[in-house]
Each structure stands twice: as C-alpha cells, then as structure tokens.
C-alpha cells in the first residue's frame, strides 16, 4: 500500500540553525500538506501546496517557513532560523485532489528538537 | 472561522466497556468533511473515517460507529467493547469544500486498563 514517507524521523538542531524536512508524498497525489504538533497539543495546519504554489498557509507559516517541491517525488519544509518554540513534531501530509476524495494521508513524521 | 471542540481531555476505561468520544465542530462552510484519525503512541496519525456533510447516515465498521448529527454539529466516535489496543489519541478534524487545510481538535487521550 503507498504511504507517505518522511526523513529523517528525528533531527536534532541547534538555535538558530537552518533545518530541512524531507517528505515523500504517494506518487499520483497532487496536493501536499505540511502540519505541526507541539508535544502534547493539537495539530494545527501550517500550509498546502498544489501546482507548484501555496494555496493555504496559516499565522503560523511565517517568513522563516518556506516549502519547495524540488523534483518530482520530494516535498521539503525549510525552517531558516529556529527557534526553541519550533520543536515539535512537523506532519507531511498529500491527497489526490481537494474535492471529492480528499483524504489526507500522513506520514509518520519527524521530530524535531531545538537546543 | 473554523473550529472542533473534543471537550473531553482524556478518558479511562476497563477493557470490554464501551466508550463514546465527543466531537462538536463550527464552520460557517455549508460543505465540509468531518474526520477521526486516531494517534496511537507510536505517534503517526491513522485515518479512521471521513464524513462529508450532506451524509448524515450513522457509520458501522466492527467495533467502531460514528453518529453524525448536523442540527447539534456533533460527530461522535464511540467504540463498542474496547481493548487496550484502543489506547491512543483520537482527534476529530474538520475540512472545508475546497479541502485545503484539517482544522483538529485537541483530542483525547483514552486509556484502556485490562
């Protein structure tokens, strides 16, 4: 069965630092979600990207968040400079469309952790 | 705005009882999709169903049901005879036609004790 996969499970990063998260989206899907779940609190939506665009992004996607789809297959969330409030466990997401199937598929996630 | 409410933090039960999860949701959208996903403490998040509003039809799969009702916005998950396989967080989701983004709420912890 396709999933979505994510690298690397856990990353470890200092302040400040620029972090990059890897997903793989099921291959026919087209629409590609990123979410956020600090430790022991709710999902919340960061963006969606479809067509090479963000169609929706939250307050919480700001200027240091940028997402890319760089070749055919990977879906990457860039943090430029974190922050200790980033920590959290970061979600990919796709779907095949937005309409009448869209079920989205998560990944297992990644765990990300500032020092 | 969007917004879905799980009011209850966290549940425990004994194995074999059976247990409702609540769910109230507000949307001003007149088609939306309801969701539970289901994190266990492996911490990925299942898929369990999607609802879309104008299908108001109670939902069975084995020991798990949904009773959807528009006029109170709710959509409840119960599970019949738990197992301590159960024991996870479940949250409710909401999702607008143009299915962009799942707006959660902020879950339930359940507990099943043998």
């Known amino acids: 069965e396709p999933e979505v996969t994510q690298t690397p499970s856990h990353q470890v990063t200092q302040m400040g630092q620029e972090v990059i998260l890897r997903c793989v989206p099921i291959?026919?899907?087209?629409?590609f979600y990123w979410y956020r779940q600090i430790l022991g609190q709710k999902v919340e939506f960061l963006v969606s990207f479809y067509n090479n665009e963000i169609s929706e992004k939250s307050e919480i996607f700001d200027d240091q968040f940028s997402v890319e789809r760089p070749d055919g297959s990977n879906f990457t969330l860039k943090i430029r400079s974190t922050k200790l409030e980033d920590s959290a466990m970061y979600f990919c997401?796709?779907?095949?469309?937005?309409?009448?199937?869209?079920?989205?598929?998560f990944g297992p996630g990644t765990r990300l952790t500032v020092l | 705005a969007q917004k879905v409410t799980q009011a209850q933090t966290e549940i425990s039960v004994v194995e074999k009882e059976d247990v409702t999860l609540d769910c109230v949701y507000e949307?001003?959208?007149?088609?939306?999709?309801l969701f539970w996903y289901k994190q266990p403490p492996s911490g990925e998040l299942v898929f369990l169903i999607r609802?879309?509003?104008?299908?108001?039809q109670n939902e069975i799969s084995g020991r798990y049901s949904w009773n959807f009702q528009k006029s109170t916005s709710s959509f409840n998950f119960t599970i019949t005879a738990s197992q301590v396989v159960d024991s996870a967080v479940y949250f409710c989701?909401?999702?607008?036609?143009?299915?962009?983004?799942?707006?959660f709420g902020g879950g339930t912890r359940l507990m099943v004790k043998p």
């Open positions: 989701a909401l999702t607008n036609n143009a299915g962009n983004m799942l707006t």
């Open positions: 291959s026919n899907h087209l629409y």
């Open positions: 997401a796709s779907s095949e469309d937005q309409l009448d199937y869209n079920e989205q598929f």
């Open positions: 609802r879309n509003s104008f299908d108001e």
């Open positions: 949307t001003r959208d007149t088609t939306y999709y």
